[in-house]
């Protein structure tokens, strides 16, 4: 009896093609991903790693068509507006050529950094978090008796705005606005004022949307804007080599 030989071959050959497909894609999606990693740190200068995935089905074979779909990015150690963060970026629909629909992205500032940039406000305490958000803990009076300082943040567009909200005392929470007209606490009063970080310069053009504070720093929530061109270098982020612009995104 003779074997029908035909969907064997047909099957091997199809096994073969989706094979040779995926290998195709593994190998020029990783080449993409160095690329776009090489690109970030030439455009955004991070003191810290750099990571780029491209996170759609197929992504490799998307890059022949000039399309690298959606991109997972992050870079530590960015330098902006006196402050170093590390930045977690989505971007959707990005092109060879540096376009892209735009995405969303967090930057995270270490708490240490965030204290340089409070002041007087942060005087002898301690930036951290607890489960009610952003405090400020450290002693108060003669007696240095243990305080910690609640605040709220509100955001623009480039800056966020730190207020002391109450301060917590030997188990009791007293508004700032009350502290003055307590025993003692004048001095303490009169440093907690708001205090203004303005981000100019934040990578890709992004805005500013929210902010809050986790286990590692003061997150802020970015907006990152539909765009024609993510960088300004000679080449593109997916096709380029090692050649850097020296201009920040």
Known sequence: ???RRTPLIIMICLTATVAAAALADAAVGHTAQQRVARAVTCRLHPTGPVTAELTDTLAGLQVLDGNLGTVHI???GIHRADTDMNVDAVLHHVT???ATDGGSATATI?????????GTTA????VGADRSGLTLTGTAGHLGLPVTVHTGITTTADSLTITPTSVSLLGQAIPVSDL???PGAAGLATSLKARTVHLPDLPAHARLTAAHPNGRGLVLQLSVPRTT???KSAGTPATTGARCSNTKA
């Open 74 to 76: 992050t870079a530590d």
């Open 229 to 231: 061109s993510l960088s």
């Open 96 to 98: 060879t050529h540096g």
């Open 1 to 3: 009896m003779r074997i």
């Open 110 to 118: 270490a708490y240490s950094a965030l204290q340089q940039h409070l």
């Open 123 to 126: 005087s002898g305490m301690t």
């Open 180 to 182: 003055s007209s307590m």
